[in-house]
């Protein structure tokens, strides 16, 4: 059984920061891709940021600058530090993760979602 389980979303003014954190209970984690969407109220579904297997890490152009993605293989966790945060970051942020090699950004490329974590930025 495959869990992921974000935390640390919340409410921040704009300009002002916030960490995520997904904590992943999946047998061999370190042979996953993981990623971040976001979901906001009447949009679809879209991909934030992801690291592979290497480490190599890729982002929406939207976020590149501003946050930044990491992972830590022995404690199964991943992250996503979000800085200069802007109204329009507002959304639901999912956690997920893959199989295989490459760094998806459609969503329906990850088999396992976490139950995601309302981050709200106040303009």
Known sequence: ???????????????????????????AFSAHITGWFRQ???KEREFVAGINLGGST??????KGRFTISRDNAK???????????SEDTAVYYCAAK???????????????????QVTVSS
């Open 1 to 27: 059984q495959v869990q992921l389980v974000e935390s640390g979303g919340g409410l921040v003014q704009a300009g002002g920061s916030l960490k995520l954190s997904c904590a992943a209970s999946v047998r």
């Open 40 to 42: 906001a109220p009447g």
């Open 58 to 63: 890729f982002y929406a152009d939207s976020v």
């Open 76 to 86: 199964n966790m991943v992250y996503l530090q979000m800085n200069s945060l802007k």
């Open 99 to 117: 199989s295989g090699l490459v760094v998806n950004t459609t969503p329906v490329r990850y088999d396992h979602w976490g139950q995601g974590t």
